[in-house]
């Protein structure tokens, strides 16, 4: 049984008393109780909860209605505070003896972690890009620095984009940004989902397949399910198309260009021409015209023999 706030339990048991007594005299009660109660009836009356004298005790959801309002003020007061520390405790990373994941359920969340992964990563950056493209940078306010050079970062970058992606004025813009740091990107037909990795520590990846109405994503922590999105993007990277070619996989580049060289390794990873001329940015009968030009340096008439004499004479 709860006492009234600020009540002594003696209080508390004379306030009782004289709900269920009615109006009774000081003397009685204080044969009732054995003791002098002026110090008592004056707690009691200052809070409102009786007067007079015989003592009567007043309608209690009159008398307390100032101590309810105060306690729905204080909950409320408790409840923002808990709310506070809820934010701080989902903005913070739980690995260990933590959920594997925690949701993140609003477009600021997500922004802060896509933000944060980016910007500590030491090692490598992961990313799956799909169509259509979200934007998640936040864009600089009036007046604001601009940060950390991001081209200087230390972290090695890795991207797969699917082809859609380039609908997006805005996606370009962050890919040329993405070349500009020294990152690698890959070209896919299709992916399985977005998808961020931070040195192999934490991820970002939605929580639902791609077309579903609810847009959370998940905030995945170490553990198996991480190891598992890596491997993901791992079977992704190597299916994927470069958009610049690898020096490393020509035996002393054959005499090829840059172009020939990401030409030939386009083609060996099975690109038709419209899709080379994508990665050129070039119209197709420019690409056809530099496959002509191989296959008179290879001595060959077909694109098939052209693909076996670069990968017997030009590349590793």
């Excluded at 701080?88 to 594997?100: K, L, Q, V």
Aim: with cysteine.
């Amino acid at each position: 049984m709860h006492w009234i706030p600020g009540l002594s339990p003696e209080q508390e048991r004379l306030y009782r008393h004289l709900l269920a007594a009615g109006p009774t005299s000081i003397q009685h009660l204080e044969d009732q109780f054995g003791y002098q109660l002026d110090d008592d009836l004056y707690e009691l009356t200052v809070r409102g909860l009786v007067n007079g004298n015989p003592v009567v005790a007043r309608r209690p959801s009159i008398a307390m209605n100032g101590v309810l309002t105060a306690q729905e003020a204080e909950l409320r007061r408790v409840q923002s505070y808990v709310d506070e520390l809820e934010r701080i405790y989902e903005s913070a990373d739980h690995p260990a003896g933590g959920d594997p994941v925690t949701v993140l359920t609003s477009r600021e969340q997500v922004q802060h972690w896509y933000e944060t992964l980016n910007a500590t990563a030491e090692n490598e950056i992961m990313q799956l890009v799909t169509h259509p493209f979200l934007a998640l940078k936040r864009a600089k306010r009036t007046g604001e620095s601009a940060g950390p050079d991001r081209v200087n970062h230390p972290a090695k970058c890795r991207v797969i984009c699917e082809w859609r992606v380039f609908q997006s004025e805005s996606a370009i813009d962050g890919l040329q940004h993405s070349v500009d740091r020294g990152c690698e990107i890959r070209l896919a037909d299709r992916l399985p989902h977005k998808l961020l990795i931070g040195d192999l520590h934490m991820a970002l990846t939605p929580r639902y397949p791609r077309g579903h109405e609810v847009n959370q994503m998940l905030l995945v922590h170490p553990g198996t399910l991480m190891d598992f999105l890596v491997q993901v993007f791992e079977t992704e990277w190597d299916r994927a198309l470069p958009i610049q070619p690898d020096p490393g996989r020509f035996a002393l580049s054959g005499g090829l260009d840059d172009d020939e060289m990401l030409i030939v390794e386009l083609l060996a990873g099975g690109a038709h021409v419209e899709r080379i001329a994508s990665v050129l940015k070039v119209h197709a009968r420019t690409v056809n015209r530099h496959l002509d030009k191989l296959k008179r340096k290879a001595g060959v008439t077909t694109l098939y023999q052209l693909g076996a004499y670069a990968s017997r004479h030009w590349m590793n």
